[in-house]
Nanobody
Framework: VQLQASGGGLVQPGGSLRLSCVAS????????IGWFRQAPGKEREWVSC?????YYADSVKGRFTISRDNAKNTVFLQANSLKPEDTAIYYC???????????????????WGLGTLVTVSS
C-alpha cells in the first residue's frame, strides 16, 4: 500500500481545508488510518484516526472531522475553524494493529505517505 496526502495550502485563520489521503496498491478496508502533523521546530503529533470509530486529539476536537470513502480508497480530514497553531505538515499513516487508533502511537503505524503543508496565516 502506498499513501498520498494532498489538499494542503494557505488559508486565513477561521478558514477550512479538506485533506485527502489516497491509497494505492491495496484496499484500506483492513487498516486504521491516522493523521499526524509536524509544526516547524516541534515533534510530530497525532491528530486523528479512523477505523471502526473515530478519534481526535483534544486540540482539534470539534473543529476537525475524519471520514473515509472505501469505494475511493480515500480518507478525508475536514479541518474547520483553522488557527495559526494548526500550521504544520500533515501526514497520513496506516496500521493493521487493531488498537492503533485508540493508542495513536507513531510506532504502531507502519505505512506513511508524504505530507501536505497546511499554513494558517493572515
Amino acid at each position: 500500500v502506498q499513501l498520498q496526502a494532498s489538499g494542503g495550502g494557505l488559508v486565513q485563520p477561521g478558514g477550512s481545508l479538506r485533506l485527502s489521503c489516497v491509497a494505492s496498491g491495496s484496499t484500506l478496508d483492513d487498516y486504521g488510518i491516522g493523521w499526524f502533523r509536524q509544526a516547524p521546530g516541534k515533534e510530530r503529533e497525532w491528530v486523528s484516526c479512523i477505523r471502526s470509530g473515530t478519534y481526535y486529539a483534544d486540540s482539534v476536537k470539534g473543529r476537525f472531522t475524519i471520514s473515509r470513502d472505501n469505494a475511493k480508497n480515500t480518507v478525508f480530514l475536514q479541518a474547520n475553524s483553522l488557527k495559526p497553531e494548526d500550521t504544520a505538515i500533515y501526514y497520513c499513516a496506516a496500521s493493521r494493529i487493531l488498537r492503533a487508533c485508540r493508542d495513536h502511537r507513531e510506532n504502531q503505524f507502519h505505512l506513511w505517505g508524504l505530507g501536505t503543508l497546511v499554513t494558517v496565516s493572515s
